[in-house]
Each structure stands twice: as structure tokens, then as C-alpha cells.
């Protein structure tokens, strides 16, 4: 057979050995965005512009009253909360962290 059939049960990505083909002269492209270099904010509403949820040290766990919801998905950078520690009100490990 000289071409593929439409009908094919093997999927273009593969050989038909089952085995991911190779494919020359075809690319990917990826973009990745650049993390921000680590700065002291002025205060929350600057800080929040850039990590929408807040930045937090490793390991970092929101400290919350009972029955309130914690925020889970801060940007963990230690460098960044180090220099904004002072609006870490809460003294939790996180920075300006809202939902």
C-alpha cells in the first residue's frame, strides 16, 4: 500500500509497529511564561496584579477561621514572600493571599 488509508486504525502519531512515529521537519511550538523576577511590592493590590492569589513561602499553609475556605492555589516563590513578608498579615507563610 502506498498511502494511509483514512480508515486507519493506527493513529497518525504512530508507526504501525505501535511505536510513536518520527516525524522530520515538523515543530512544536511551546511558550512558557517567564516567572516574574522576585521584587518588594508596595502593598497587596500591587502584588495581587501579578500573582493573582498571593505568593507564599514552601510549605505554606493557609491559616483561616472555622468553617472559612483556605486559599490552596498562591504562587509558592520563597525569594518573592521573603521581600513582601510585611504583607503577610496573618503571619501564615503567605502574602496577600485571597481567593
Known sequence: M???SASSAVPASASSSGT?????GSSTTVTVAAKPKPIKY?????LNKVY???VGKKGAKD???KGSKPV???TVSTKTYTL???????KDGIACEKH
Open 63 to 65: 491559616e483561616v477561621a
Open 72 to 74: 490552596t492555589n498562591f
Open 52 to 54: 493573582k492569589h498571593g
Open 20 to 24: 510513536p512515529a518520527v516525524h522530520s
Open 2 to 4: 502506498l498511502g494511509a
Open 84 to 90: 513582601n513578608k510585611k504583607s503577610d498579615r496573618d
Open 42 to 46: 508596595k502593598n497587596c493590590t500591587a
